[in-house]
T-cell receptor, first 112, second 119 residues
Framework: SQQGEEDPQALSIQEGENATMNCSYKTSINNLQWYRQNSGRGLVHLILIRSNEREKHSGRLRVTLDTSKKSSSLLITASRAADTASYFC????????????FGTGTRLQVTL | GAVVSQHPSWVICKSGTSVKIECRSL??????MFWYRQFPKQSLMLMAT?????????EQGVEKDKFLINHASLTLSTLTVTSAHPEDSSFYIC???????????????FGEGSRLTVL
């Protein structure tokens, strides 16, 4: 399977704490993306990092990419209850653009 | 911008009937759309790639005759679940690629999903 693995599968933290999720993938990529999914809803794009980038920031989000280890991490700083959702990484191989392979996802629960 | 609309958001049908799900890109043209299936608390599994004006490309293990995909225009793709059975109950999500170039190229925009329940 090409599917990436994410860990942890589930993460529960208190509001204000930082949340870190990791993603590992198996094949060479053009870019890696992180998506958020609220329960029973569609996916919302969070951030895209290209294979030649190592780190990217967007608001409270920080993404790193290590292509030598085929891994990425998503850090959410100062988490809020509204950040409660499932987070997926997705990669596209060096071939067909936009054909994404999703990781297994991390379910984040932020409590007050 | 880059809104993808999916309809219906949920549908309940009897076993043996067919159900059509629509995916529209509202403010951009999408020559390629993707259909995913998601079981509860699991990841998205790509079912097929829908190309405007040509036949869809199905992933291994996905039945072409069961899941009919039509991409008749640059803004609309449809997925028809034919002769639905309870095991087809799932969350179906479409996405479209923003192909206009610039920093968002390659980024996928997702519909809100359609929850199918087959009784």
């Amino acid at each position: 399977s090409q599917q990436g693995e994410e860990d942890p599968q589930a993460l529960s933290i208190q509001e204000g704490e930082n949340a870190t999720m990791n993603c590992s993938y198996k094949t060479s990529i053009n870019n890696l993306q992180w998506y958020r999914q609220n329960s029973g809803r569609g996916l919302v794009h969070l951030i895209l990092i290209r294979s030649n980038e190592r780190e990217k920031h967007s608001g409270r989000l920080r993404v790193t990419l290590d292509t030598s280890k085929k891994s990425s991490s998503l850090l959410i700083t100062a988490s809020r209850a509204a950040d409660t959702a499932s987070y997926f990484c997705a990669t596209d191989g060096t071939g067909t653009a936009s054909k994404l392979t999703f990781g297994t996802g991390t379910r984040l629960q932020v409590t007050l | 911008g880059a809104v993808v609309s999916q309809h219906p958001s949920w549908v309940i049908c009897k076993s043996g009937t067919s159900v059509k799900i629509e995916c529209r890109s509202l403010d951009f043209q999408a020559t390629t759309m993707f259909w995913y299936r998601q079981f509860p608390k699991q990841s998205l599994m790509l079912m097929a790639t829908s190309n405007e004006g040509s036949k869809a490309t199905y992933e291994q293990g996905v039945e072409k005759d069961k899941f009919l995909i039509n991409h008749a225009s640059l803004t609309l793709s449809t997925l028809t679940v034919t002769s639905a059975h309870p095991e087809d109950s799932s969350f179906y999500i479409c996405s479209a690629s923003h192909l206009a170039g610039g920093p968002r190229i390659g980024e996928l925009f997702f519909g809100e999903g359609s929850r199918l329940t087959v009784l």
